[in-house]
């Protein structure tokens, strides 16, 4: 930080632990909080002035504003987003959290549900998924991407040092896990064979959240430019 003394900060950093969390809860808090401390407090005296942090959608399972963390990881996202109403005036920076919710595009190597599904679709094989009831949102990359551009012009336009308010990036179309599929088969031209209900719903899943999408333009000028459907076209090279 001393050498490359960086004027703002895009804190993406994370370390998820969706299995056994509570084993490892020193690593969780170590990456997920002292972190982020760390770098403002190497930064600061370098020349930072702003910080666009990432946090979670899953920090509410419902309601919007109604902090209900879904684990471990979501509560320390909150831990470090809530830090920074200290660590912000007393370093003199602007701040903002930014909650995406699931973000998908092209050459994703991540194990989740698009590459079981991609993996179903080629290999024919039987996928066992929830009851596909919980209601879900998503984000394209290159939107995510923009919100974090869009969030470091609107702190560097900030009167003073502090905190804005916390905002989603997400397509503002909440589906449900069958509606989802359904739009990956329609879009991709495939059937798949999914067996609904095979697995049991995780604990404390969220079943019904949705990016207030609206908000996040008010605050810092960004819409998404990709809906769902659009973006799925996009990856399976069907733009138009």
Partial sequence: METFAPEALFHLAALVRVEDERAQAGEVIRSNIELGCQLIEWGAPNGLKYVVNTGSFWEERGEEGLYDPVDLYA???????????????????RAITLRPFGTFGPEDGRANLFSLLDRAAISGEEVSLTAGEQVFELVYASDAAEGYLKALETLERAEAPGVLPPVELGTGEALTLREFVALYERV????????????????REVMGRSANVEKTFLSIGWRPAYGVERGLREIFGQAK
Avoid: C, M, N, T
Avoid at 75 to 93: E, I, N, V
Avoid at 188 to 203: D, F, N, Q, T
């Fill in 188 to 203: 991709r031209g495939v059937s798949l064979k999914i067996k609904w209900g095979a697995r049991p719903y995780r604990e």
């Fill in 75 to 93: 509560a320390s996202k909150r831990a470090f987003g809530d830090l920074l109403a200290y660590l912000a005036p007393a370093h003199g920076l």
